[in-house]
């Protein structure tokens, strides 16, 4: 569009990328730091707790995604040690910052592809617009916040040709999240036909392997790279189970959860995929281009093998912005004269703010559904009440209960569903058995496993030999279920 929004740098200067925090952050706090710990999150409050304490992830709790929510997790309960601060608000604060730029960095990935501030204002604010993604910015620690910040800052510098720098926040991602290899891939290729030399695709794998190189160093010198190479690569290879239909055998389970989880955002999230795929086919030999005409199919047909829950969607929120942006700028070029550059604009903005204000904490009142955060806080001060400051209590499915009583398993299985029993059963001395044989010795006085506004009940996933074990064992010795605050525990006879 010649002498358009597009390609014409607009006169925002630095008050667009300051506003865009600003609003990011004033709409994150409004959803609020109290919102339920979860048992994922509880994961990685956990993991953090437990590498502060020089236990790495996958040893002090086995988990199949990245190790990065951990290291960010761990920061945090750092953090609170030296401030003397609560450490699950302490490491929701870093995630918070974490959010916060990426909704920055949607800014700039939109700036960057079509040249145009306008465009990456828009972006952002239509970003931090998807109420699915920013009530966990807040109410985590969610593990694809930090996610989309390296993957967005990943594009962005593609875009710009700093190939180093793109293959660093490339593996960051990675670290996050495996299937973002797919950056990693696009980068490359990218670097190498992209900018017609090989020396491009060298710095790029040379900023690739920096992270990587001091992931598989820190795992070294902690004795922990088995644990590492079986929790990142090989269960995940091996032994995930995922149960259910896939979105390639049933695309309800791809619609229904964008569908539910993003409400009336879900729709426009569609049409920003598609105006941008259409923008960038149209572009087709403009390199900015490139990196996500390349990476949104990939993530797409992704999608179709392995798509669980709404945060799954995550990874095309940057998309889905920088394409509606972009068709929010067109729209907007269409008038001339000052109306086009200043009046029309700025409407269009404070549109979108009062839009992710409005359409988000204040209208989605169930957007963190379950008890707030205070109660759980009282739940733990009920189990300790209920069981002594000196009870031995154990986990089985709900490390949430760990993390806020801040005790430690005997054992890094604190929940063996999505196929964690095969794990267990082809790594733990003794297998299964042995891992129930681990926990008998400790005869814990009660054994955590569930919680409410919870998904998943302990056996879901297991084999039939492995939950007939545990089901036996169970009626041997904590036939009694007794539910104390927000959690459910089996007690001993």
């Known amino acids: 569009m010649k002498g358009g929004v597009i390609g014409k740098a607009a006169p925002y200067g630095v ?14 706090v409004m959803y609020g730091f109290d919102g339920p710990l979860y048992r994922d999150y509880g994961i990685y409050l956990y993991g953090g707790q437990m590498m502060a304490g020089g236990v790495p992830p996958y040893a002090g709790i086995f988990d199949h995604k990245g190790p990065m929510p951990v290291f960010l997790s761990a920061l945090g309960v750092v953090l609170s040690g030296l401030f003397g601060t609560d450490d699950l608000i302490t490491v929701r604060a870093v995630f918070f910052g974490v959010g916060c730029l990426a909704a920055l960095s949607v800014y700039w990935l939109g700036r960057s592809v079509f040249n145009s501030r306008m ?33 967005v800052l990943a594009l962005a510098l593609m875009v710009h040709r700093r190939w180093l720098l793109a293959g660093l926040c490339g593996a960051l991602a990675f670290l996050t999240w495996q299937p973002a290899g797919i950056l990693l891939a696009v980068g490359f290729l990218t670097a190498v036909f992209g900018a017609g030399r090989f020396g491009a695709a060298s710095r790029f794998a040379g900023g690739a392997a920096i992270p990587l190189a001091v992931t598989l160093a820190y795992y070294l010198y902690s004795g922990a790279l088995r644990e590492f190479l079986e929790g990142f690569l090989v269960f995940n290879l091996l032994r995930v189970s995922r149960g259910g239909e896939q979105p390639y055998e049933n695309i309800r389970q791809l619609v229904l959860p964008i569908s539910n989880g993003y409400d009336f955002m879900a729709l426009p999230a569609l049409v920003g995929l598609v105006t941008l795929l259409v923008l960038c086919i149209l572009r087709l030999r403009d390199h900015r281009f490139t990196p996500l005409l390349l990476s949104l199919p990939l993530f797409g047909a992704w999608s179709l093998v392995d798509f669980q829950v709404s945060e799954d969607f995550y990874i095309f929120l940057p998309y889905a912005a920088v394409g509606l942006g972009a068709g929010l700028a067109l729209l907007s070029d269409r008038f001339g004269g000052r109306f086009r550059e200043a009046v029309l604009p700025a409407g269009i903005a404070v549109g979108l703010v009062g839009a992710a204000v409005v359409g988000g904490p204040f209208v989605d009142k169930d957007a963190t559904p379950g008890p707030s955060l205070q109660e759980q806080e009282r739940s733990a001060e009920q189990i300790t009440a209920r069981f002594g400051e000196n009870a031995t209590i154990v986990s089985i499915n709900a490390p949430q209960v760990l993390a806020l009583i801040h005790e430690k398993n005997p054992n890094p299985y604190l929940f063996i569903t999505d196929g964690i029993d095969r794990q267990v059963d082809a790594t733990y001395p003794g297998g299964f058995t042995g891992w129930i044989e681990n926990l008998e010795e400790q005869n814990p006085d009660a054994i955590a496993y569930f919680a409410d506004a919870q998904r998943q009940m302990p056996f879901n996933d297991l084999t039939p030999e492995n939950r007939r074990e545990l089901q036996e064992w169970l009626e041997t010795g904590y036939s009694r279920e007794e539910k104390v605050g927000n959690f459910w525990f089996y007690v001993r006879d």
């Open 15 to 28: 008050l667009a990328p300051l506003s865009v925090l600003v609003v990011a952050a004033a709409v994150y």
């Open 119 to 151: 465009v990456g204002l828009f972006a952002a604010l239509i970003f931090v617009g998807f109420q699915a993604y920013s009530v966990g910015v807040a109410s985590g620690p969610e593990p694809k916040t930090p996610l989309v910040l390296f993957q």
